[in-house]
């Protein structure tokens, strides 16, 4: 099995940046892409960013994309997400996922792995 841990959530100004981690547990991170996504209040999850195995291959949402980057430390089992010039709008719990590549990764029916999730709020 494979278990992730987020973390680095938390309190921030408009225009201001956060850096989130997932940790991941295993021996077997190197064999994931990786997803991250969010859920504001009253909505559903959305997608947010991903990443393959190797880390050449990302993609991100429209409404993140030039400001979100995510990267991964294989060495480390650790992906992370850094947000930059960040929105009021993207104030959302954000959760990382590992996606076992049997699906479309920007759905959340595509991973079988979740992290409890860590809360980022943007004041305006």
Not at 23 to 37: E, K, L, Q
Not at 40 to 58: C, L, Y
Not at 74 to 80: D, E, G, H, Q
């Amino acid at each position: 099995q494979v278990q992730l841990q987020a973390y680095g959530g938390g309190l921030v100004q408009a225009g201001g940046y956060l850096r989130l981690s997932c940790a991941v547990s295993g021996r077997t991170f190197s064999n994931y892409a990786m997803g991250w996504f969010r859920q504001a209040p009253g909505k559903e999850r959305e997608f947010v960013a991903h990443i393959s195995w190797s880390a050449v291959s990302t993609d991100y949402a429209d409404s993140v994309k030039g400001r979100f980057t995510i990267s991964r430390d294989n060495a480390k089992n650790t992906v992370y997400l850094q947000m930059n010039r960040l929105k009021p709008e993207d104030t959302a719990v954000y959760y990382c996922a590992a996606d076992p590549g049997r699906g479309s990764y920007y759905y959340t029916g595509s991973y079988d792995y979740w992290g409890q999730g860590t809360l980022v709020t943007v004041s305006s």
